[in-house]
């Protein structure tokens, strides 16, 4: 029940493929000049903070890394020269390799620190469990120092022209008056989005109705967008 060597190396926090692979993205986008803006539609909360931890986990993993190869190398050296043996592949290379991937690790964190260049939007619905999920994720967001610019609440039981006017055609929606289940939707909706005006006080809060229809196609983005802006 010891501690093994990649524990020993990493510190217990070995990054998972899909948040190490969307990372890789992340830098990969940020070094291409094709693209002027990078938009990352983020999994749930838990997989969210997981890929946001990842910038400070591979510091440290690199820290080591460093470390342990300059190390063994020497431990290395002191063998070969025991034994007569010659000299060996020169790491400076390796080295040098490690610290370019550091420079970018550190780049890409400057830039999720920065509110010039990210606009981290939480999107929530509203319902008590999910305000409970986006307060733990502001939470999180401080202490990575990243920005949070605008909060999204999706699905809100009220009319199109409660949220915009600058859209065209007419959308079915929730009948208010004579729908008792569609009431007491709104009732509980209200409360939670109460609860997210005041959790996100100075914070721009943006809602988006709840469509009959899924959102899909162009029209409907320009619908979701107009509520957006």
Known sequence: GGESPMDALFGGAMPGADEAAAMQLLLEYMDDDRFERVIVDTAPTGHTLRLLQLPEIMDTMMGRLVKFRQQIGGMIDGVKGMFGGGEGPDDDEDLEDLDVLR???????????????????????????????????????????????????????????????????????????????????????????????????????????????????????????????
Do not use: H, Y
Request: net charge negative.
């Open 103 to 229: 420079e970018r690790i550190e780049r890409l964190r400057a830039a999720l620190r920065d509110p010039a260049r990210t606009d981290f939007r939480i999107v929530m619905v509203p319902e008590e469990m999910s305000v409970f999920e986006s307060k733990r994720l502001r939470q999180q967001l401080r202490e990575f120092e990243i920005p949070v610019g605008t909060v999204v609440v999706n699905r809100v039981m009220e009319p199109l022209s409660n949220v915009t006017d600058d859209v065209d055609g007419e959308f079915l929606q929730p009948n208010l008056d004579d729908c008792a289940f569609c009431q007491r939707r709104w009732d509980v909706q209200q409360n939670a989005l109460a609860e997210a005006q005041d959790l996100f006080r100075g914070t721009e809060v943006r809602r988006v109705p709840l469509f009959a229809d899924e959102v899909r196609g162009e029209g409907m983005l320009e619908v979701v967008a107009a509520c957006l802006r």
